[in-house]
């Protein structure tokens, strides 16, 4: 590995614990539309699975792994939120994986321009799994000085990455350094990005020695709780759970977006079947799964019923059974 000298200073920012027994409160907006700007983590899963095999298996650490780009994709989404006022907030959930790729998606989908024009008001990154987090270059040549907001189990090796490192093993080199803030949302309790928005950090250990992953949770006015995921790593049930026990809103669950990961490179276990069930019993009106939920769990998911929102299956989705590539999900009142 290897860093540009300036590096970043990484600012910690501790999160907000409520007293014990008392739920946070997170204020609310007036709707959230959250668009895919590609759910494709990877063209083709068998090749994605042998290259892990050869690269040392789930454990090896990702930035030693030599993966070819060609399979590359990448995860990111974007999240707009509709204040109460009318104000809008804007976050890039991720940045994806094959940084020309990425490229094209942001050209597709308009996000170049709103990135050049400095109307995202900060980078989001869910993980640092390489899907979401090695295509950082494509949104630093646009926007180099954008906030970023990490989860405070942020690697050395991440940060190194965001300053400008190259990793020659991976074969990979980020030549935009950051030039922003670079700020770690701590794990251990809530932190509030604006009225109805806030991240919690799971602290959890995630395959190619990654840990931690952070999730939102947005409360719309009058219907419900957004959970807004990259992969979940730290499982849906944990991140569902989370809100019904720590937020006020949580009592009222709404919507869910996003990769679950329970099925993403095989056929369902009879435990995934099983998480998929539990899904249902939360009651969401509105489920947009999609990226690392996996085909099988999302064929599961229409099976039992669950209201799931469809896509165009266009860009390199594939079909039209979840929300995929420049396909938006608007979650609000209904009289909205
Ligand atoms: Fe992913
Ligand atoms: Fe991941």
Known sequence: MSASP?????????????????AAVIGACRSVTVTSISETGWWDTGRFVE???????????????????DNAAGSCSLVEVEGLRGETTRILLDAGWNRDYMAERFRATGVDRLLAAGAIDFLYLSHEH??????IEAVLALAPDITILAPGTLSEAAAAWLAGGSFPQAGIANRVPHRGKLTRLLPGGIHRLADGVASV???????????GEQSLYVNVADEGLVCITGCCHQGVVALVDYAID???????????????????????????RETVRALGRYGFRKIAANHCTGAPAIALMHELGYPMVGGSGRDGSQG????GNGDAVRFAAAAD
Do not use: S
């Open 6 to 22: 300036q590096g970043c200073h990484p600012e910690d920012r501790q999160p907000d614990v409520a007293q014990p027994g008392q």
């Open 201 to 211: 950090t799971f602290d959890v250990p995630i395959w190619l020695d990654v840990r």
């Open 51 to 69: 290259e892990i095999a050869a690269n040392g298996g789930k454990t090896a650490c990702q930035w030693e792994m030599h993966f070819d780009p």
């Open 130 to 135: 390489l899907d979401h987090f090695w295509g």
């Open 246 to 272: 720590h937020l006020d809103a949580g009592r009222r669950l709404y919507g869910l977006f996003g990769g679950l990961h329970i099925a993403p490179l095989a056929p369902l276990t009879e435990e995934q």
């Open 320 to 323: 039209t059974d979840h929300v």
